[in-house]
């Protein structure tokens, strides 16, 4: 583990992550702009170009060879593509889009230099270089009939060379900024500018006119291009930064502006332009932020569990000196003391919580570019539209939470909305929405997946249902349209009987619901036929701490995940009868399959006469009652997996310290419940209602 | 945990000068075993012990060690030898194997000696299932003995835990 070349690898792969992941975020957004029609945004292509650009770099340091290669083709691509050489089209865009899959292929390869293990990369290398060059169209310089002086075209990059042409062409006009900035914040400054000038205007370059300064502040000149007719941008610019005038045409008034012309040429240094800018935009980023293995954060969480032992050491230590009048008084004080002690070890407990939380947008970013790919495959029109995006959980369930949202989005799509035709026979918009939507609610994250496309036919789940001798005919009747509904967690039903590409690969629903419940989470959903589908997935914000049920069977404690727990009553033995060799218990009116842990677990000691309790816990649509000697009470704990060498044995999730060193195994209620109906007769199973 | 740990090894090295190798020996039920001493991490008083239901019949369950969870095994069951159960337990040895770190129960640390190679019979006359974690038998001068030497069985700590079920 400290293998110091490990350590630079991972930091590698982390950091490459990133920016693959930047640039299939940055890619929709350009591929939503040519849906739609719209102008793409320079700044954009210029951020997925020096996304392509480090990646090239970084991975060239570490000997990724082929993604390398990869981002060395995209990167002249790019290029052409930034300086007007090229023009965004579907090859293009499509070209791009499978790069994002192909660098994520490549950085999942354990060794970077294997020669030739994925196909494909001369192929895909192939392909970029033969989307070349647009022909030029040659029209004149454009530069030629404005007033800007050679001396500033002389330090103009090729790209801002580029910018400030394209800009002409589509009929923006152009504008000369004076502006005046602190030495000290001059890059944040600058930034700002850009970001408040984004929409209506674009920056080209600024330079600095060597007058109006002075040791603390410099004046820039800075060359914008606008639309925005003069008026308008005059009253958002002036006076809050500095004044701004036309650039006219050279026909209209072919006067040479005095200060610009009067920087020589060699003034460019003053200033961080282009490739060097770029340079120190990312090392600022750096220095506010590290990155940190996530294990290393449980050791800092261990180290807090140990000063809670220490407290308690010290606390008997100090029961020690009870009773002695001569040290009442500071024992009161050493109290106090302590009190104080177990406040900031309870603050710092969850300020480590908190180091661990990331925006559930890293995983929802993942999603735009599989909804487009889906959508494209099926013929179908979505728009995703995400909430929330800033909600914050625990990195671990951010990471376990993708595989089943993922799922979920690909039913929405597969099995959710519309092909276009039918949309439009029913009058509805011919794109179909997909909601993202996540909030907080108490100590939940709420996180929905909606469509708007033709729900679910409850009806027919039952039937399948039915035909697939997952329930019983008997059954079938008394269910409600939800208990229909909530059929479609049941394993083995899947309601579109074709198997297609994305969905119904034998990952159901079934899956999506065990792996939320074993994050202690819960799914439900609700449906209406020719409105739509929205599944809503309740977790807890985080994995670490779970409140669970501590219970006693014989001498043993156990904890049992409150999500799964639907209510404890108290057992009466006799009342226990045998269907098909099971005991089972009736509750208001229902049969209830019982389950002693103590038989289960062997336990000696367990008690055998009455004063037990059966904790009724459910899981999709099945229940089952755990028969339990005693219920201890509620407690929030961290569960900690057990050992590897433990690992084949069935029904914990792992150990949670209750204090003192004194462990609870953690009852696995998934694992507890496919035992129990494994090979079961399954219509028993779901003849408890939901 | 930190620094990998090194593989420790019960051959010495007969190149070098001293070749003699660390190890500990420790007891368990009727015998005497000895551990590279390079491969135990820590010697522990046993802290609370939580049996694990359904686990195998030679792991004696979980304890916490520093907020980790550490499977606790028994050795001389682990060895399926025949001895009656024996708590409260003694010492627990963690060993790292692996990822993961075991607690090795044991009832006495007896001391750490030094092996000379010439200590070593490597011609076992052990179970076949024995000498598969058995490096040999060794006699080993013990301080507490009152006999001049001592029969220890040599262990090999990364076939004896490693895959362990």
Known sequence: MSDPRDNVQQEFLAEAQELVEALSRDLLLLDEAHQRGERAD????????????????????????????????LEDLLDDLRLGR???????????????????????????????ETPGVDAYVAAVRSIGADPVVDGGDPLDRYAIGPAVLSVLTEYEEHRLRACIREGMQLYRLRATFDLTAIDDSIETLRDVVHDDAEIITYLPSLEGGNDESIELVVLLASR????????????????????????????????????PPDAQSVLPQSDDEMGQASLRSLANSVRVDIRKLDDLMNVVGELALVRSAVSRVVEGF??????????????????????????????????????????FSKFGRIVRQAAREHDKQVRLVVTGANTEMDKLIVEELADPLMHLVRNAIDHGIEPVDTRK?????????????AYHKGSNVIIEVEDDGGGMNAHKLRETALARGLLSAEAGQELTRQDMLNLVFLPGLSTNTAVTDMSGRGVGMDVVKTNILRMGGVVSIASEQGIGTKITVTLPITLAIIRALIITVGPRIFALPITAVREAV???????????????????????????????FGIRGARRQNSRFVIVCSMGNRELGFIVDELVGQEDVITKSLGESLSSVRGFAGAADLGNQQLALVLDAPSLFSEYFEGADAPLAVETRA | MTAGAQRATLIPDPDSEEGAVPVLAVSAGNEIYAFPLAAIREILMPP?????????????????????????????????????????????????????MIGVAVDHVVQVAQLQSDQIEYSGSMSAELAEYVVGVARVPLESSSDAEEMVILIDPQVLLGGLK
């Open chain 1, 86 to 116: 090229t023009s965004i089209g579907d090859p293009l865009l499509d070209v791009l889009f499978d790069s994002v899959e192909r660098f994520q292929l490549l950085l999942a390869l354990d060794d970077p230099q294997a020669p030739e």
């Open chain 1, 570 to 600: 108290p057992f009466a033995k006799q009342d226990v009868r045998t269907i098909q060799g099971r005991k089972v218990i009736t509750m208001r009116g229902e049969t209830l399959p019982i389950c002693d842990l103590g038989e289960l």
């Open chain 1, 425 to 437: 026979r029913l009058a509805k918009p011919t794109e179909g929405t997909l909601a993202l939507n």
């Open chain 1, 42 to 73: 320079a700044a954009l292509i210029n951020e997925i170009f020096r996304s392509v650009h480090t990646l090239k770099g970084i991975a060239g340091m570490f000997g990724y060879k082929h993604v390398g290669t990869i981002a060395h083709a």
């Open chain 1, 322 to 363: 009870d009773g002695d009048p001569k040290f009442r008084q500071s024992l009161r004080e050493l109290e106090r003391v302590g009190r104080g002690f177990e406040r900031q070890l309870s603050e710092l407990r969850t300020r480590i919580l908190d180091v661990r939380m990331v925006p559930l947008g890293q995983v």
């Open chain 1, 228 to 263: 925005v007719e003069e008026p308008a941008l005059k009253a958002h610019f002036e006076g809050q930064y500095g004044t701004i005038e036309v650039i006219e045409e050279r026909t209209h008034l072919p006067t040479i502006p005095p200060n610009l012309t009067s920087i």
């Open chain 2, 48 to 100: 609370p012990l939580t049996e694990v239901p359904r686990a195998g019949e030679h792991f004696l369950g979980v304890i916490a060690v520093r907020g980790q969870i550490i499977t606790l095994v028994d050795l001389p069951k682990l060895l399926k030898l025949q001895v009656p159960d024996r708590q409260p337990l003694g010492r627990v040895l963690l060993v790292e194997v692996g990822e993961e």
